[in-house]
């Protein structure tokens, strides 16, 4: 095992080069959710080339895929995000906020190297499990539109995690860790509701018209007094998406999308309950009729000891990366741009413990990788690709994401991850410890079961303008890796570039 461990190491030292490469390709895609085209093109050519089967499209999702290679038990499904943030564009290494294209999306969250990671984990593995004869299945899939959270419950409802033993996530983070027990943040469920009135000349005839517009006003009323008696763990946030076309026109037609937020399942349905009892009320104070439609659902996180002390021993082996002096300059610089509280001395140099089961539940964000995490036992490896104490979902997240900060966390990680899929392959009582404890603690006083059903259908319709508009913008600067050495070099960005301050720079 120890010999397999050091050789799979260096074997993705030796393929550094690789990671640089997909890293900074998926950077530069820049696609929102639903619309992940030329990643999963990108990502499927490299898997298939190297002997993996792929099912395209899978859940109805095009940009979704599965794939496989090996065969046998354990299956083990490794899965990262891929799509980015509305309104984040931001050239990479440069410590202020300078926009590829400007009002493009962009990697405000680093959701470029977590696939990258996995690909070259998956890689490395691969070589030994076929030289050693080992038995197991390496699956890669993608979470696609999970800044809507709106794909993983599919793949669970549709069966695609019914035969795998074991799935291990990868997330951007600015440390290396992985945690058990119930994670801090929340799950939700997303649902755009839609009111429709009646039309007529608002000057000429007004009292002829019932205004879909208002229903959707008193409907943010109604729930903006209920919010006062709400737990603060909870979470609501809304956006009018529809309101109408023009003032003279009383619109019959409008709609406000929602998520509700809570920390466990009953109590997101619970608020999902109060939230249809509001938007029914504000249909009958208009006179409209209310539909409504759910677009994204997240069970809250509970991962796999067995699996987080496992891969937590190969977390303390690999460390975290040597950071340069030019890293560390760009971080301070960035922490300093915009004003974090929180972290003010640049990139971390010292490994975060395990993380342990939440005592007091913290609120915060979700991911459906919960969904996931109910269906079957699973971890998640947070490596260190980005610059702690940012706001998140911001073009300042994006800063380090296309440089060696992420290039080296994605090497870092990669090799952790490969080391603990060793671990399950060799010792398969590994795997069933894994179940035990994913049936005789997690599951033991509740069950899972997913939030949509069988007839909801993913909302592959969302982002498709904004992409209609930014793809044709963003495709000049895709990342030439056969012209450039790096995606900094091709953009002719000095690592790092600060900001000149009018005032000190004299001199400095
Ligand atoms: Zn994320």
Redesign the pocket.
């Known amino acids: 095992m120890q010999a397999l461990k050091t050789e799979v190491q260096q074997e993705i030292d030796k393929n550094a080069k690789m990671a640089q490469v997909m890293v900074d390709k998926v950077f530069s895609f820049a696609e929102l959710g639903f619309h992940e085209k030329e990643t999963a093109k990108y990502i499927t050519g490299i898997l298939e080339k190297n002997g993996f089967k792929i099912e395209h499209g899978i859940s109805g999702v095009p940009t979704a895929w599965w794939a496989s290679w090996g065969s046998g038990k354990p299956v083990i499904a490794i899965g990262s995000?891929v799509d980015c943030i509305p309104r984040a564009s931001q050239k990479p290494g440069v410590a202020y906020h300078d926009p590829i294209v400007e009002g493009a999306p962009g990697h405000g969250?680093g959701?470029n190297a977590g696939v990258p990671l996995n690909v070259m984990a998956a890689l490395a593995v691969k070589n030994i499990m076929k030289r050693e004869k080992l038995s197991g299945t390496l699956i890669l899939w993608p979470g696609v539109a999970?800044?809507l959270v709106a794909t993983k419950a599919y793949y669970t409802r549709d069966g695609y995690f019914n035969e795998v033993d074991m799935c291990i996530f990868t997330?951007?983070s600015s440390n290396m860790n992985v945690s058990y027990g119930q994670a801090s943040g929340t799950g939700l469920i997303s649902v755009e509701y839609t009111f429709e009135g009646e039309s007529a000349h608002s000057a000429g005839s007004p009292w002829r018209g019932r205004s879909a517009a208002d229903a959707v006003e008193l409907m943010n009323i109604g729930w903006n007094y209920a919010r006062e008696h709400m737990h603060p763990l909870g979470r609501s946030h809304s956006i009018i998406n529809y309101g109408g076309d023009q003032p003279n026109v009383v619109p019959s037609k409008a709609s406000i999308w929602y998520y509700f937020r809570e920390i466990t399942y009953p109590k997101i349905m619970a608020t999902y309950e109060r939230g249809n009892e509001i938007a029914e009320a504000a249909a009958m104070m208009t006179r409209t009729k209310m539909s409504k439609r759910i677009l994204g659902t997240a069970w809250p996180r509970h991962f796999n000891k067995v699996m987080a002390e496992t891969m937590y021993e190969n977390i303390k082996t690999v460390g975290l990366p040597q950071w340069s002096e030019a890293d560390q300059t760009l971080a301070k610089a960035v922490q300093r741009e915009v004003n974090s509280q929180r972290d003010t001395s640049g990139l971390k140099v010292k490994l975060d413990t395990i993380g342990l089961p939440v005592k007091n539940p913290v609120s915060g964000g979700s991911?459906d990788i919960g969904d996931i995490s109910w269906k079957v036992p699973t971890i998640t490896l947070r490596f260190p690709s980005n610059i702690p104490g940012l706001q998140g979902h911001h073009w300042s997240n994006a800063i380090a994401m296309a440089t060696p900060i992420a290039h080296k966390g994605v090497v870092a990680g990669a090799k952790v991850e490969a080391m603990t899929i060793l671990d399950f392959l060799l010792k398969p009582e590994l795997v069933n410890q894994s179940w035990d404890y994913y049936k005789n603690v997690q599951t033991a006083n509740q069950t899972y079961e997913p939030m949509i059903s069988e007839s909801d259908k993913p909302a592959t319709y969302l982002n498709a303008d904004i992409m209609e508009e930014y793809a044709p913008k963003l495709k000049p600067f895709y990342y030439n890796e056969k012209k450039y050495d790096s995606y900094l070099e091709q953009l002719g960005i000095e690592y790092p570039t600060l900001r000149v301050d009018k005032n000190t720079s004299e001199g400095m």
Do not use: A, F, G, R
């Open positions: 995000d969250e959701h999970e800044e997330h951007v991911d």
